[in-house]
């Protein structure tokens, strides 16, 4: 199986905040890596598809780059609403494992 | 509108059956794999498993293999998931969770609201 890493596992940061949040892979998965929102209580909610390409809907502030195993995504400027548990997914290989997560409070 | 509404949670003894249903509306049905992903209380997301949008083909978890079965009724929009053997690490909250590009996996890009499963003597 490919495993995913993220960190950090939690954040703290101020509103306006630009915010990054890695994962890694351990092994290549080219570009086939989503991003989810999940907030306190409820579904998750797909932010970044293959990489870096913006689901319709989400706000530009989000935003994800990274090829092979190494992925980042950010948030150029944080806003209260942005509190959340984010994960990272590969979708390479069966199982589409999901990352540990990343939780991002304001500080 | 894509929605996805589960049913069938409850709370079972160890050793125990349930089936989890998730009705689906908005899109067309049998063009998308769908799939099962839980989350047990505190914790991160686990994939379950996954159905081709025929039916024929279908994928899970090492952790669930051979103990539950996924399943789909194209007929009814409906996605199943028959649970036997239950333990007590199954005890989690289950999104139904449709494929974001129909293949047999990109992602889910809509979920349903969960349906909550506890197992407990």
């Known amino acids: 199986d490919i495993q995913m890493t993220q960190s950090p596992s939690s954040l703290s940061a101020s509103v306006g905040d630009r915010v990054t949040i890695t994962c890694q892979a351990s092994?290549?998965?080219?570009?086939?890596l989503n991003w989810y929102q999940q907030k306190p209580g409820k579904a998750p909610k797909l932010l970044i598809y293959d990489a870096s390409n913006l689901e319709t809907g989400v706000p530009s502030r989000f935003s994800g780059s990274g090829s092979g195993t190494d992925f980042t995504f950010t948030i150029s400027s944080l806003q209260p609403e942005d509190i959340a548990t984010y994960y990272c997914?590969?979708?390479?290989?069966?199982?589409?494992?999901f990352g540990p997560g990343t939780k991002v409070d304001i500080k | 509108e894509v929605q996805l509404v589960e049913s069938g949670g409850g709370v079972v003894q160890p050793g125990g059956s349930l089936r989890l249903s998730c009705a689906a509306s908005?899109?067309?049905?049998?063009?998308?794999?769908m799939h099962w992903v839980r989350q047990a209380p505190g914790k991160g997301l686990e994939w379950v498993s996954l159905?081709?949008?025929?039916?024929?083909?279908?994928y899970y978890a090492d952790s669930v293999k051979g103990r539950f079965t996924i399943s789909r009724d194209n007929s009814k929009n409906s996605l199943y998931l028959q649970m036997n053997s239950l333990r007590t690490e199954d005890t989690a909250l289950y999104y139904c969770?449709?494929?974001?590009?129909?293949?047999?996996?990109?992602?889910?890009?809509?979920w349903g609201q969960g349906t909550l499963v506890t197992v407990s003597s």
């Open positions: 969770a449709k494929d974001r590009v129909g293949a047999t996996t990109a992602g889910f890009d809509y």
């Open positions: 908005g899109f067309t049905f049998d063009d998308y794999a």
């Open positions: 092994q290549d998965i080219s570009n086939y």
């Open positions: 997914q590969q979708y390479d290989n069966l199982p589409p494992l």
């Open positions: 159905i081709s949008g025929d039916g024929g083909s279908t």
